[in-house]
């Protein structure tokens, strides 16, 4: 499979974006200007989703919806978007015509990270979140069975961090009356 020749610069990211996502079904983002593009989830990565998906439906507030495969703009810049592995947003999401969600209406963004990804690039993509105004980011590890929990965000990053290992609960902030079991969460195999 070839793609057709593209040249990506700022102004056009969104359109190669895009056209990388069709011609090849990899998960495409724009982090800070940066073509950033991901592989299908692998089974453990999914079932983590699915698991804490399963505790949260128990608890989810009302008028609240969990969405998968839905990105996330960052204001002010059209070609700057993060498609998170789950994110929590109004149910209106259910009927709006528009794929880039507004940050400001995120209640939570969930990523799990993959085996491939670099320190440098989870760093990069928890700023984003931060730097976009996404209230509260939990960021799951099955390479190494730990997680981190991010909230109160800024322009320089956010300002509430708790880590902890898998067997340690995740307490969410408001609007969320759950603690998430990590025990249950699986890890990458050697």
Not at 113 to 142: C, F, H, M
Not at 158 to 170: M, R, S, T
Request: contains cysteine; charged residues 25%.
């Amino acid at each position: 499979m070839s793609l057709p020749s593209m040249h990506p610069q700022p102004g056009n990211l969104r359109v190669v974006a895009e056209e990388i996502e069709r011609a090849t079904g990899l998960r495409v983002e724009i982090l800070g200007g940066s073509l950033v593009m991901s592989p299908t989830p692998r089974g453990k990565h999914a079932g983590t989703i699915r698991r804490l998906r399963q505790q949260l439906e128990l608890t989810m507030p009302p008028g609240l919806g969990m969405y998968e495969v839905t990105s996330i703009a960052m204001p002010g810049d059209d070609d700057d978007y993060c498609t998170p592995d789950l994110v929590v947003l109004p149910e209106s999401w259910d009927t709006d015509d528009e794929w880039l969600a507004d940050p400001l209406d995120v209640e939570l963004a969930v990523e799990v990270i993959s085996r491939s990804e670099r320190a440098t690039q989870i760093a990069g993509k928890n700023d984003w979140y931060a730097a976009a105004g996404v209230r509260a980011l939990v960021v799951l590890d099955p390479r190494t069975g730990r997680w981190a929990h991010f909230a109160q965000p800024s322009s320089t990053g956010y300002c509430e961090l708790i880590e902890g290992n898998y067997g340690e609960p995740i307490e969410l902030n408001r609007p969320f009356d759950v603690t998430v079991d990590t025990a249950c969460l699986p890890l990458y195999g050697q």
